[in-house]
């Protein structure tokens, strides 16, 4: 019901309240109209001023719909997150929730309790750098300015009914498809999908791989070292990777990696108007900068994104990540591009030796054909019966060369019948 105040509640059998909006007496409404919309909100207003006192989809519970937002409200102090159920008939809210961390880069996360439990990686223009490629069922929104910080989500077929289900039987995030035919839910995605979309699986300054067999696979970034060698020899890799040689601030160098899932934005600083060039020029100079990119990757790229500490929850998707450039020491550059050079020259040394057998194994064979050819010719000028019979009995004239052939080296010459 309603009650005299305007706040929808929900009574018990004894007319205790269950559950109620709350509203308070700052909202109260002459006239209040509760009204569930196409979309799926459920609604409360004032009658006469067509004011909204309430939304169902201001609280989200554990599932997304479309046109839902999930972020924050920097007006009315509302942060739109969803919460997992305790189970499937208690709503009571879970340990695990999804919601956007409010960094200067903002970046949606999945948390068991206190713990980051995945990262989808923070929005570049396009997508979340996590879940790299445009989808053909849905269309992705990210909003960012001084009112509000959301992401949304609408569908490309709009007679389809989609949602987004935090479960807390499979601690993930699914999305959803009805399915008309058969009354059921079909899974169209699901996530975190691997061991490298597990927060902090490698550690800090580490890149996650997943190989062709399936297995993740750990790398320590250039210029770091496994923190614990014996832990990392056993395929324990939680403590990541450290610096092997001290940085130098201004003479240090940045290397870049393509394809990747950007780092936990935490210790991040973002500047939407900078260049590339003008990001590198403010990474380099500022001496604990351990990374930069584009924050936007639309058409040639802009904005300026740095990191600062340890890089920690990258990884490496075979196609359609962005590219990060990560500080190295002097010293390591130059190993880089001195193992650069060497690998060149060594294949270069390897291309003039192939070339090199094959035109000999063209001159042996060449030779080999010459030498044979000569043979035969002086056979044919010693035996001055070849011309008395030229164009009458040439049954007679092979069954001759035979004969003279049989005595020839035919290791040389290959056998008889080869030659007739």
Known sequence: MINRTGSLVVMSQSKGVVWSTG???QKQANNPVLQLLDSGNL???DGNSETSLWESFDYPSNTLLPGMKLGWDLRKGINWN????????????GDLTYWIERHSYPDPVIQKGTNKFYRTGPWNGLWFSGSPGLNPAYDDYFVSNEHEVYYTYTLKNKSEISRIVLNQLTTS??????NEASQIWLPYSLLPKDNCDNYGFCGPN????????GLAICQCLLGFKPKSPERWSLMVRSQGCVLIKPLSCQKDGFNPYFNLKLPDTTNSWV???MSLNECWAKCLNHCSCMAYTNSDVRESGSGCVMWFGDLMDIRQFPVGGQILYVRISASELVAREHG??????????AAVAVVAVMVGVVLYIYRSRTNIKDKIEALIRKQSWFYRFKGENTDEITSQCEMHFSSMNTSTIGSTTNIK
Not at 84 to 93: I, L, M, V
Not at 340 to 349: C, F, L, P
């Open 206 to 213: 580490a890149n996650c791989i997943i190989s062709y067999s």
């Open 82 to 93: 969803l919460t997992e159920w305790t189970s499937p008939d208690d709503p009571s809210p």
């Open 23 to 25: 509203l308070g007496a």
């Open 271 to 273: 500047n939407e108007s």
């Open 340 to 349: 650069r050079w060497t690998n060149k020259a060594w294949r270069g040394v």
């Open 173 to 178: 995030l699914e999305r959803h498809i009805w």
């Open 43 to 45: 609604v409360l207003r």
